[in-house]
T-cell receptor
């Protein structure tokens, strides 16, 4: 089945550690996105990529890093520089034109203790 | 890219009633999309309406677009408990290269 997969679903890390969230899609989509969602809030864009080997900062990129070495994969690293990393992280993909539907993964809930 | 602003922030209605939520935006668009998010899950695309369309239907959903007022509305008819979710709009212009969401409308269907 085609889709977008995020793993793991739940992630616990100690403060000061870097952690990488996985996002894989087999929809042959060019564009991929990472969003952060805090309780009761909307989605805020962290990074996005329109094509392999290229990505752009979103509204809240500080403390995060990404790579786009393969079309199918867009991992997000939450670094120790992110002051408040505990949140729900959502990955999405689309055909690459903004006028098309975005498909979302089921999210990763990161808790830093 | 621009961000839509959903209104109201929260809405509670009785099962069977109709639910209406609105989205306002600031600059001209090519299209506007509506998404639903169930608690703790990813967003699901509901409907896309293009700037040259005024109304679009999908099952119990009806979306309208008024480009002169820079606003859109999502109507859910005959609401069900399963409609309890947050709803987000995403307006997109021709030159936008990313999808931006607002804070959404939290809809609660009361039994």
């Amino acid at each position: 089945d085609g889709g977008i997969t995020q793993s793991p679903k739940y992630l616990f890390r100690k403060e000061g550690q870097n952690v990488t969230l996985s996002c894989e899609q087999n929809l042959n989509h060019d564009a991929m996105y990472w969003y952060r969602q805090d309780p009761g809030q909307g989605l805020r864009l962290i990074y996005y990529s329109q094509i392999v080997n290229d990505f752009q900062k979103g509204d809240i990129a500080e403390g995060y890093s990404v790579s786009r070495e393969k079309k199918e994969s867009f991992p997000l690293t939450v670094t120790s520089a992110q002051k408040n990393p505990t949140a729900f992280y959502l990955c999405a993909s689309s055909m690459g034109q903004v006028n098309t539907e975005a498909f979302f993964g089921q999210g990763t809930r990161l808790t830093v203790v | 890219s621009q961000q839509g602003e959903e209104d109201p922030q929260a809405l509670s209605i009785q099962e069977g009633e109709n639910a209406t939520m609105n989205c306002s935006y600031k600059t001209s668009i090519n299209n506007l999309q509506w998404y639903r998010q169930n608690s703790g899950r990813g967003l699901v695309h509901l409907i896309l309406i293009r700037s040259n369309e005024r109304e679009k239907h999908s099952g119990r959903l009806r979306v309208t677009l008024d480009t002169s007022k820079k606003s859109s509305s999502l109507l859910i008819t005959a609401s069900r408990a399963a409609d309890t979710a947050s709803y987000f709009c995403a307006p997109a212009g021709n030159r936008d290269d990313k999808i931006i969401f607002g804070k959404g409308t939290r809809l609660h269907i009361l039994p």
